[in-house]
C-alpha cells in the first residue's frame, strides 16, 4: 500500500514537472524566442477518429502560427488511419519541401491486441523515417487506454498533443538549420 501511494505521489510530481516544461515552451513560444517565419512544415493527419484528430491539427496549426509559420508554410495531408502515417510522412520527408513533419493521430486501446500493433508501429515507422531521411518527423500520436485521456490530451493551447509537437517541430527545424549552417564546426558528422 505504501509503495502504491509513494508511486503515485511520485507520478503526481512528474506530471506536475512535465506540465511546467510545457507552459514554459509556450511562454518561449509566444516570446518568440523560437520562430518558424522561415520554415515549412507538412502535418500528416490521421482520419481515423477525426473528432479527435482535427482538434489535434487545430493545436499545432495554431502552435505554427504563433510561431510565425505562414498560412501558405503549412500543408495537410490526410490518411485513413495512424498505421498509414508512417507512408506519408516519408513521402512528405523525401520531397524536401518541407523542414520538418508533423504526425498526428489517435489511437485508443480496444479489447484486442489491434492497439498495440497500430500504436507501436505507427511509432516505429515515424521514427525511421525522421532517421532515414534526416527531417525531423514529430509524434503527435495520442495512444490512449480510454476516451476520457483522449480529450484531455486534445484540449487548448499546451493540454493539445498537436499544440506540443509542431513547437518540437519548430525547435527541431530551427536546430537542423543552425547544424547545418555550423557543419563546417562539426567534425565527423554529416548533415
Request: charged share 25%; glycine share 8%; hydrophobic share 45%.
Amino acid at each position: 500500500m505504501k509503495i502504491s501511494l509513494l508511486l503515485f505521489n511520485f507520478l503526481g510530481v512528474l506530471y506536475t514537472c512535465y506540465r511546467w516544461q510545457v507552459l514554459e515552451l509556450k511562454t518561449e513560444l509566444q516570446r518568440s524566442d523560437v520562430s518558424a517565419a522561415d520554415f515549412r512544415f507538412a502535418i500528416v493527419a490521421s482520419r481515423w477518429n477525426s473528432e479527435y484528430t482535427s482538434r489535434l491539427e487545430s493545436g499545432a496549426r495554431q502552435a505554427l502560427a504563433e510561431a510565425g509559420a505562414g498560412e501558405d508554410a503549412v500543408v495537410t495531408f490526410h490518411v485513413p488511419g495512424a498505421f498509414e502515417l508512417p507512408l506519408a510522412c516519408l513521402k512528405a520527408a523525401k520531397h524536401r519541401e518541407f523542414d520538418a513533419v508533423i504526425a498526428l493521430g489517435v489511437v485508443v486501446r480496444g479489447d484486442t491486441p489491434h492497439f498495440d500493433y497500430v500504436a507501436g508501429e505507427a511509432a516505429r515507422g515515424i521514427m525511421n523515417v525522421s532517421l532515414e531521411t534526416g527531417v525531423p518527423v514529430m509524434f503527435g500520436v495520442i495512444t490512449a487506454d480510454n476516451i476520457e485521456q483522449t480529450e484531455a490530451r486534445c484540449g487548448e493551447g499546451v493540454d493539445n498533443k498537436g499544440f506540443e509537437a509542431a513547437v518540437s517541430a519548430i525547435e527541431m527545424a530551427n536546430l537542423m538549420r543552425e547544424m547545418k549552417t555550423r557543419r563546417d564546426d562539426i567534425i565527423g558528422i554529416p548533415f
